[in-house]
């Protein structure tokens, strides 16, 4: 079992910026691969970013650019989104993969807004 625990969501104004964080813990060391999901109301979750073990990055058309994730070990993986618009708007979930299943944490709530 991995659990997540995601951090650093709220309410920033449109072209600021926010930095989450997503601390893991378990079964740590099966993980495959981590990332960064959204959903806004009324629309389906979607991948923003993700970050394999290796180190390779992959990002949404709709946040290349702006968006960087990072990972500094096992544990934590981080999502820097700058230059954020509304439409970022959503809960951000943290996501992590092993050969098993995907593991969820609880979600984050980023509002962008004036």
């Known amino acids: 079992q991995v659990q997540l625990v995601e951090s650093g969501g709220g309410l920033v104004q449109p072209g600021g910026s926010l930095r989450l964080s997503c601390a893991a813990s378990?079964?740590?060391?099966?993980?495959?691969?981590m990332g960064w999901y959204r959903q806004a109301p009324g629309e389906q979750r979607e991948m923003v970013a993700a970050i394999t073990s290796g180190g390779s990055r992959n990002y949404a058309d709709s946040v290349k650019g702006r968006f960087t994730i990072s990972r500094d070990n096992v544990k934590n993986t981080y999502l820097q989104m700058n230059s954020l618009k509304p439409e970022d708007t959503a809960v951000y979930y943290c996501?992590?993969?092993?050969?098993?299943?995907?593991?969820w944490g609880q979600g984050t709530q980023v509002t962008v807004s004036s």
């Open positions: 378990g079964n740590i060391f099966s993980i495959k691969s």
């Open positions: 996501n992590a993969q092993n050969v098993f299943r995907d593991y």
